[in-house]
């Protein structure tokens, strides 16, 4: 199984990026996915996750309302796109999948599969 992670970059405080998760190897539509971030010196922590349809989404309280996630499965893709951009939102971005269960979970060692991360870089 492999998630690749892409898109991050430098960006200045207000503005967007969106981040892209290819997934190979697994059932794409078998599995809800995940948003994690760890910032340097802290712990990972979850940012947003989608149902294996993309029905439904459970974000963080500190990107709800400028964080979008959503998942494309005839692509094996899910995306990030992340809006007014935060200095307090730099850090590395890892997707994850988590076999499909009712509950979009929030906790790391829920997920199955991590893929390698992307570093995203706010500045004020």
């Known amino acids: 199984v492999q998630l690749q992670a892409s898109g991050g970059g430098l960006v200045q405080a207000w503005g967007s990026l969106k981040l892209s998760c290819a997934a190979s190897?697994?059932?794409?539509?078998?599995?809800?996915m995940g948003w994690f971030r760890q910032a340097p010196g802290k712990e990972r922590e979850f940012v947003a996750a989608?149902?294996?349809?993309?029905?439904?989404?459970h974000y963080a309280d500190s990107v709800k309302g400028r964080f979008t996630i959503s998942r494309d499965n005839a692509k094996n893709t899910v995306y990030l796109q992340m809006n007014s951009l935060k200095p307090e939102d730099t850090a590395v971005y890892y997707c994850a999948a988590r076999f499909t269960t009712d509950v979009l979970s929030a906790e790391v060692n829920e997920y199955n599969y991590w893929g390698q991360g992307t570093l995203v870089t706010v500045s004020s």
């Open positions: 190897g697994l059932t794409f539509s078998n599995y809800n």
């Open positions: 989608i149902s294996w349809r993309g029905g439904r989404t």
